[in-house]
């Protein structure tokens, strides 16, 4: 029978490795209810391993999953823990021309400290001059997730790739489900670097930094693993595109979501085309780590009329 398992972390890795040991041993169907702390380590009682920037909580080991199987992660609940989060207000290379950015007269005292109220959904900005009384939704979203990477290879808490990591997308939110390639036994789910909001690109190099609770459950697809990360979420269907370049993660998150409209839907080669021709969306998620990640989508609406 499924159960549900109360983690409280008390070592967290800022690093993605299949070295680290599993903290936790679940199975298909199990709700896990745990907590992240922020890019800061806010947690007195906390021993971090690794200098990788973020830091995650897990890894996790999931009986049954095995290499060639896919990790089905559902996102239950998404709760920030604390009254505060922290941003930065400096644009990232990537997001800006040179010219901009040596031009760029920032102030060293202004104040990046929202205030959360995760009852309202709102978080509010300090006051400045030009943004008196900034309030904003918030959109808790997770950062990282991921599971471990392919062989001996070990990454910094700042990396993504195949196995997911630092994705920052902000649509990885209470209610979406996430889709990983297993490369190990366990496949060994890691989650961190939580945002009380975040917009598209991560372009100051953070979002709302704050820690959170928890939960989720797991399943898994035996015998198919996806070629990168996907995901769910009530109004689309994503494909994550994670390399060196922009161009290169469109044409990844593309080709992924046409296979996955191929297998899942029958549609040919001509009516895929034809589909996102049509209604395809782009995100690109994260420009200020180490690789690009460009999310694909198509919105589930249209795919319920077809195959009718």
């Not at 922020?38 to 996790?60: E, K, L, V, Y």
């Not at 196995?163 to 490369?183: A, K």
Request: with cysteine; aromatic share 10%; net charge negative.
């Amino acid at each position: 029978m499924p159960k549900t398992y109360d983690y409280d972390p008390k070592v967290f890795y800022g690093t993605y490795s299949a070295a680290e040991p599993p903290v936790l041993h679940i199975f298909p169907g199990d709700t896990v209810n745990t907590r992240t702390i922020d890019t800061n380590g806010r947690d007195a009682n906390a021993t971090r391993h690794g200098s990788g920037g973020d830091a995650n909580t897990g890894p996790f080991y999931i009986e049954g999953a095995l290499p060639g199987d896919t990790l089905v992660v559902k996102l239950v609940k998404l709760r920030t823990n604390v009254p505060t989060a922290r941003q930065g207000s400096r644009f990232n290379q990537h997001a800006v021309t040179q010219a901009y950015a040596l031009a760029a007269q920032y102030d060293p005292n202004f104040n990046g400290n929202w205030k959360l109220d995760p009852d309202k959904n709102v978080a509010t900005l300090p006051p400045s001059a030009g943004l008196p009384h900034l309030t904003i939704p918030m959109k808790t979203m997770l950062g990282c997730i991921s599971v471990a990477p392919p062989g001996e290879e070990q990454y910094r808490g700042t990396e993504l790739g195949v196995f997911g990591g630092n994705l920052d997308y902000n649509d990885n939110v209470q209610g979406t489900t996430l889709y990983f390639p297993v490369f190990h036994p366990g496949a060994l789910l890691g989650v961190g670097d939580a945002h009380g909001a975040m917009g598209d690109g991560e372009v100051v190099g953070t979002g709302l930094e704050t820690p959170v609770d928890v939960t989720f459950t797991v399943e898994v697809i035996k015998g198919y693993a996806t070629p990168q990360v996907r995901a769910e979420t009530n109004d689309y269907l994503i494909s994550f595109g994670v390399s060196g370049s922009v161009p290169e993660s469109i044409q990844l998150a593309t080709t992924q979501l046409a296979e996955w409209m191929k297998k899942d839907y029958k549609l040919s080669d001509s009516e895929v085309a034809l589909l996102f021709g049509d209604v395809l969306k782009y995100e690109i998620t994260e420009l200020v780590d180490p690789h690009f990640n460009v999310a694909a989508k198509v919105p589930k609406s249209v795919l319920a009329t077809l195959n009718k």
